[in-house]
Structure formats: structure tokens, C-alpha cells
């Protein structure tokens, strides 16, 4: 059977060894890494925990393909421990597709903090992938009407975005959940569920329309052109 050296999420010893009785292949990272799901017991303390794993080595597909699980031995030179399955990821949204990196980062942790209802820091990360968002909107200086205090406050941004027709007019009311003072509550750490969700809804609607969109409709394109050439 396979065994991992790892520390214990559950009693907390530190680089103890988990029997792997069972893994799967989940998806993958980097064009390369396989990432697989894999059950381990601990042999400290006899419970278990789900491990998500990443392909350490391009070398190593195979064997994750063929199933962690199956490997004799240790397996820790073929994966690295990226986390494991816990409270966090109860109910947690995935992040629309064709996100910038850093804000793919930053929506996560703001799904992870919503799903574990801690709405204040959910909405200060979906408010972070707002502001990143909407900056690259912005033009260079010396255009009419656009002063530092609008480039810095995040509602105000919106509101001059909107108002010039550089977002779409349609996720204006959705807006309203990010006040033109920018402050929201998240601040004072006062935000109740359905206020973080309101920002949740608007931070998913103006991403899928800035970053989704787009690319799946260049997909699309690059596929139609793609069956032309062939002909």
C-alpha cells in the first residue's frame, strides 16, 4: 500500500505516516501537474483525511494516472501536498473561467472566507478582485473628469466607468452592493450574509463579463477558423 509522510490535520502529529488506500485524479494544473484526491489514515491516531496532491515532477504522470494508491512504498517524492479537505471547502464557488491569475487568487479566498461565514473578509477579497478588475479599465491621465480621488475610491471608479460607458450599463444596480465611498461595511465589520452575498453577486457578473466572456467567444472564433482552414 502507498504511504504518505505528512503532517496530521487531526491530531496534529507532525510528519506521520498515512497509509493510502485510495486516490483519484481531479484535474490538472499548469498544462501538466495531475491533481488527485487521496485518502489517507493516520497512523498516529487511526483517522482519516482526504489529501489533495499535485504531480511533482512532468517525469511523474504515470503514476498518478495509474493511481496513487497503487504505488508501493512512499509517495512523497512523486506529489506535493498542496492542502486538504476541510470546512473551507463546503458550498465554496469555483471562480468564473479565464481569470487573471491574481485575481483567480484572490476570488478564491474570498469563496473560502463566504463559505465558512466569515463575510467580512470574503467581501474585503471579492471587493480586492473588483479593484484589480476595474483599474486596467482606466485610462491614462488626462482625461476629462478623471482626478486621483476617483482613480482611488472603488465606487467612485465604477460610477465614472459606468457613466462613460466602459462597463457594461446592465451590472450598474448590481453595483450598488460596493458604496462610492468605499465603504461597504467590511471596514467596520459589520456586514451581514446577504450584504457579502450582494458583493459576491457583482464581483461574479462583472468578472464573467470582463474576462469569461471574451475568452470563450475568442475560443469560439479560433475554433470556427480553425475548421475554415481544414477545409
Known amino acids: 500500500m502507498a504511504e504518505l509522510v505528512t503532517d496530521c490535520p487531526r491530531c496534529?502529529?507532525?510528519?506521520?505516516?498515512?497509509?493510502?488506500?485510495?486516490?483519484?485524479?481531479?484535474?490538472?494544473?499548469?498544462?501538466?501537474?495531475r491533481v488527485a484526491e487521496a485518502f489517507g489514515i493516520c497512523r498516529n491516531c487511526n483517522?482519516?483525511?482526504?489529501?489533495?496532491l499535485r504531480q511533482s515532477d512532468p517525469r511523474y504522470g504515470d503514476y498518478l494516472q495509474q493511481g496513487l494508491h497503487k504505488q508501493p512504498g512512499n509517495i512523497n517524492a512523486l506529489v506535493q501536498v498542496k492542502t486538504h479537505i476541510?470546512?473551507?471547502?463546503?458550498?465554496?464557488?469555483?471562480?468564473?473561467?479565464?481569470?487573471?491569475?491574481?485575481?483567480?487568487?484572490?476570488?478564491?479566498?474570498?469563496?473560502?472566507c463566504m463559505a465558512v461565514d466569515c463575510h467580512n473578509a470574503s467581501a474585503s477579497m471579492y471587493r480586492l478582485c473588483v479593484d484589480l478588475a476595474?483599474?486596467?479599465?482606466?485610462?491614462?491621465?488626462?482625461?476629462?473628469?478623471?482626478?486621483?480621488?476617483?482613480?482611488?475610491?472603488?465606487?467612485?471608479?465604477?460610477?465614472?466607468?459606468?457613466?462613460?460607458?466602459?462597463?457594461?450599463?446592465?451590472?450598474?444596480?448590481?453595483?450598488?452592493?460596493?458604496?462610492?465611498?468605499?465603504?461597504d461595511g467590511a471596514h467596520e465589520g459589520n456586514l451581514s450574509e446577504h450584504d457579502a452575498a450582494d458583493i459576491e453577486d457583482f464581483t461574479v457578473a462583472l468578472l464573467e463579463r470582463?474576462?469569461?466572456e471574451p475568452a470563450r467567444l475568442k475560443l469560439a472564433k479560433d475554433r470556427r477558423d480553425g475548421r475554415r482552414a481544414g477545409h
Open 134 to 183: 476595474t483599474w486596467d479599465r482606466l485610462p491614462d491621465n488626462g482625461v476629462e473628469g478623471l482626478n486621483a480621488v476617483i482613480r482611488r475610491s472603488l465606487g467612485l471608479r465604477l460610477k465614472w466607468l459606468f457613466d462613460t460607458g466602459r462597463l457594461p450599463e446592465g451590472l450598474r444596480e448590481l453595483s450598488e452592493a460596493i458604496k462610492e465611498d468605499g465603504n
Open 12 to 33: 496534529d502529529a507532525a510528519k506521520t505516516t498515512f497509509d493510502i488506500p485510495h486516490s483519484h485524479l481531479v484535474g490538472t494544473e499548469y498544462q501538466w501537474a
Open 47 to 52: 483517522q482519516g483525511t482526504i489529501f489533495v
Open 86 to 112: 476541510s470546512l473551507k471547502d463546503e458550498a465554496a464557488i469555483s471562480p468564473p473561467e479565464h481569470l487573471p491569475a491574481h485575481i483567480e487568487t484572490a476570488f478564491r479566498e474570498g469563496a473560502t
Open 210 to 212: 470582463l474576462y469569461t
